[in-house]
């Protein structure tokens, strides 16, 4: 039996004989179906080299001998669950929706011989056969996200779209773009044309994480427009992928305010802040902030109305991820504003910029996104946060009835190197090999009932400081993704199990050209050597993640 990877939650294999695709093969569908249908004839046809022609659903009878596929609407089923029988005359298809349809083609192109994930037919005699097969699917979890870094270096629109086909094939359904950093501006916003101008490249990039590491001299750029944004949304949309925006107030700002100085604090005795910035060149937490003053809760406003224009989903990120307060507290105005909206101090000031934000969200009919550090405020009561600082954030926004998506850096942080071994690439954070994505639980361990249902689910999030293009994010990404879409959609293989599958899996990887990390380590031409890593110490990266997680402060 072919591998199927994730597992789909009962599978029946049947002794009986298969079904073969041939030059007559239909594909009917319910007129709500229609988009899965469409996605089985693009991808298969060139590679098959079958017609696979349409057929009204109506036409077909069920009593005749050729059913060819059919995919028929089941309201007894839950949106995203199927069923998929394959019998000698045909292939059903059940779905609760168009999104249980698809991922009922995505198993049953597994179903078939590898060269179906290849672009065009390489060998014309293959016999297209399905096993006999039974099988009932469900998720187990609503979110089985992504977070795709594009800011810290630009991911072509072409390879976005690759993306998506790639974590679609996995039945993961979340594409969280984090499009704007300290290092560049990567969203379109028509009322501000500087911020792409200006924030939209950088001078130069440093070099790997060590500290003093020097500048490689090559400029860096790059953005989406709001036309290739709403195609991304809508090649998403038709993958039943959710692309939820990301713009990361108040701190990793600084293209925003090398644009439009007048959003950061003025040049203060220490030479920071103000007009003076560029996009940021370096890596790391950046004491430049935004200030926050109305004007700039305006700009922002205005900014998250046009995201919100281009993004019809839920879900809406305003970031609040490490926002250092040092320019804040020395700065005199900002200690004005503090006095006259009656805080106790500057740290108030980040939940207060975010709830105003989040506010004029809501009242658009949607949800703020933000990382864990909202819990160091009091954030508006419809926020999701992304737990990252390992589960505690997780464990403290449940505890306060806040909605959870958890991504805890210590098992699905997709930048940290994948071994010990010296050959992996501009070695950052801890080894987090498959296992350790495998073993990933969204559920905080001894969390209630009620808790566990405000969880929605996971995400892997892909940091790209070190990651420069898409062959690099390919090496990060995969096979490390395959292992989180296998325990989000609520696998209970063994891990040995799984594994074995992942060999198969792999070959389909193949067939699509994804560069993935081998199981025995990098290939040479994806190794950095001359980019050194850092800690390279295991007591120091033990220390590095203890530190992390005592900077934590979540209640107010
Ligand atoms: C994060 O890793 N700064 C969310």
């Not at 078939?112 to 037919?121: F, S």
């Not at 799984?498 to 040479?524: C, I, K, M, N, T």
């Amino acid at each position: 039996m072919t591998a199927l990877l994730p597992q789909p939650r009962r599978i029946d294999s049947e002794r009986a004989a298969g079904y073969t695709l041939t030059s007559s093969t239909r594909i009917s569908a319910d007129p709500a179906l229609v988009e899965a249908r469409r996605w089985l004839q693009q991808v298969l046809r060139p590679a098959t080299g079958l017609d696979l022609d349409t057929r009204d659903l109506s036409a077909v009878d069920p009593e005749s001998g050729e059913r060819g596929i059919r995919l028929t609407l089941d309201s007894a089923l839950g949106a995203e669950e199927y069923r998929l029988r394959v019998e000698s005359d045909g292939v059903e298809i059940l779905a609760g929706a168009a999104a249980g349809a698809f991922y009922a083609a995505q198993v049953l192109r597994q179903l078939l011989p590898i060269e179906a994930y290849r672009a065009a037919t390489i060998r014309p005699n293959t016999a297209w056969t399905l096993p006999a097969v039974s099988i009932e699917d469900a998720p187990r979890f609503g979110w089985r996200g992504v977070m795709l870094d594009v800011a810290r270096h630009f991911l072509p629109k072409a390879d976005i779209l690759r993306f998506i086909d790639l974590i679609a094939m996995h039945r993961l359904n979340v594409l969280h773009l984090h499009l704007t950093e300290d290092q560049g501006w990567r969203i379109e916003i028509t009322r501000y044309p500087k911020l792409t101008e200006v924030g939209g490249w950088r001078r130069e990039s440093q070099r790997g994480p060590v500290r003093d590491a020097p500048g490689d001299g090559r400029p860096h750029g790059g953005f989406y427009t709001q036309d290739d944004i709403r195609e991304i949304v809508a090649y998403a949309h038709s993958r039943h992928v959710s692309v939820v925006p990301e713009i990361d107030l108040p701190g990793h700002s600084q293209a925003a305010i090398a644009a439009y100085p007048e959003l950061g604090i003025g040049v203060d005795e220490h030479g920071r802040g103000g007009p003076d910035l560029e996009v940021f060149t370096r890596w790391g937490i950046n004491p430049n902030v935004l200030n926050t003053e109305d004007s700039t809760v305006e700009f922002f406003i205005n900014v998250l109305d046009e995201v919100m224009d281009l993004f019809p989903g839920t879900h809406i990120g305003i970031g609040g991820d490490e926002c250092p307060t040092d320019q804040w507290r020395d700065d005199p105005r900002t200690q004005q504003l503090v006095r006259e909206r009656g805080l106790n101090d500057v740290h108030d000031l980040h939940g207060w910029f975010l709830n105003k934000l989040s506010t004029h969200i809501v009242a658009r009919g949607r949800k703020p996104f933000g990382w864990d550090e909202l819990l160091e405020g009091d954030p508006h009561p419809d926020s999701t946060i992304a737990s990252w600082r390992g589960m505690t954030g997780a464990r403290s926004a449940l505890a306060r009835g806040f909605h959870v998506v958890s991504s805890p850096d210590d098992q699905v942080y997709l930048d940290y190197r994948q071994s010990e071994l010296p050959e992996e690439p501009i070695q950052v954070g801890i080894p987090l090999g498959v296992a350790r994505v495998f073993a990933f639980d969204p559920v905080p361990e001894g969390a209630t009932e009620e808790e566990r249902a405000l969880v929605l689910g996971g995400q892997a999030n892909i940091w790209t400081e070190h990651l420069d293009g898409v062959r690099a994010v390919d090496y990060a990404a995969f096979p490390r993704l395959c292992a989180l879409a296998e325990t989000l959609w609520g696998s209970d293989a063994s891990f040995p199990e799984f594994e074995a599958r992942l060999r198969q899996h792999l070959s389909r990887l193949d067939a699509l050209g994804v560069e993935y990390r081998p199981e025995a380590g990098p290939h040479p031409w994806q190794q950095r050597p001359e980019i050194p890593g850092r800690p390279s110490d295991p007591a120091e990266r033990a220390a590095h993640v203890a530190e992390l997680v005592a900077n934590i402060r979540l209640t107010p």
